[in-house]
């Protein structure tokens, strides 16, 4: 995951809704564990009002990673 001043680095801190620069977004992973068929939680963030968390559900087959589901987190 991205240290808060990485993050900070990203965000217009001094635009309303604190949005990411140049109309960006940026996605927000977690750590990924260990294994066939980890999770791994998400962020795609745009700006304060529009923003979401996933569980990213990950398998691994022939060395290439592929995402298996994505599931809404708090919705």
């Known amino acids: ?5 990485e993050k900070a680095e990203a965000i217009d801190e001094t635009e309303d809704g604190e949005p990411v620069l140049e109309d960006g977004v940026l996605v927000l992973l977690g750590a990924v564990p260990t294994g066939r068929s980890p999770s791994v939680d998400a962020e795609r963030y ?11 559900s990950l398998e691994r087959s022939n060395d290439e990673w592929s995402i298996v589901d994505l599931d809404p987190v708090g919705a």
Do not use: A, T
């Not at 995951?1 to 001043?5: A, I, P, Q, Y």
């Not at 745009?46 to 990213?56: A, W």
């Open 1 to 5: 995951m991205l240290e808060d001043d």
């Open 46 to 56: 745009v700006d304060l009002d529009d923003h979401e968390h996933f569980q990213v």
